[in-house]
């Protein structure tokens, strides 16, 4: 397995990750989703799926990473937005007018466990590991634009015949 491959699995296992572990914290310590919080779902699911088509057909990996890219700019955009919001005294983010538009798209209601904002983005939750959850979002979706970054200007090395690299 080369680097790309092993790189690749990796981003789609820690995007699986984190919505593994988004699950956790809504099924098991009750943290409801806020729209901001649904948005950052879909793009770690897309930055995942992204990679896993560059997998499927990697004549198209640079795409694919240049899409992941915009994916994780979003995302980036939307863990900021939400930060911005937590700490403004008296503001919110919009949970009411984002909650109906978001929680009817067929994705929200094929898998509503997942995609399904019912909760309020000004509700104070513990941070983990001295981060709030947006912080840590805004954190992995920078690792994921960086290593799309260096996904797509990474070289091909060609293997011709008899085992000569031509890079």
Excluded: H
């Excluded at 799926?49 to 994916?71: E, G, W, Y």
């Excluded at 979706?141 to 996904?151: M, N, Q, Y």
């Amino acid at each position: 397995m080369n680097r790309t491959k092993a790189a690749l699995i990796l981003i789609i296992l820690a995007c699986s990750g984190l919505l593994g572990f988004a699950l956790y914290l809504q099924l098991v310590l009750d943290m409801l989703p806020c729209p901001l919080c649904v948005m950052q779902r879909y793009a770690f699911a897309l930055i995942a799926l992204a990679c896993v088509f560059a997998l499927i057909f990697p004549n198209l990996q640079r795409k694919s990473m240049a899409a992941s890219a915009v994916f994780g700019l979003i995302g980036a955009g939307v863990a900021g937005y939400q930060l911005w919001a937590i700490a403004q005294p008296m503001g919110s983010c919009g949970a009411d007018p984002l909650s109906g538009p978001m929680n009817s798209f067929f994705i929200a209601q094929l898998f509503p466990v997942m995609f399904k904002a019912n909760g309020l983005c000004e509700t104070p939750y513990d941070p983990i590991l001295g981060l709030s959850i947006p912080a840590w979002a805004l954190t992995w979706f920078l690792v994921f634009i960086f290593a799309s970054f260096a996904l797509i200007i990474s070289k091909k090395k060609e293997r011709v015949f008899f085992g000569k690299i031509r890079g």
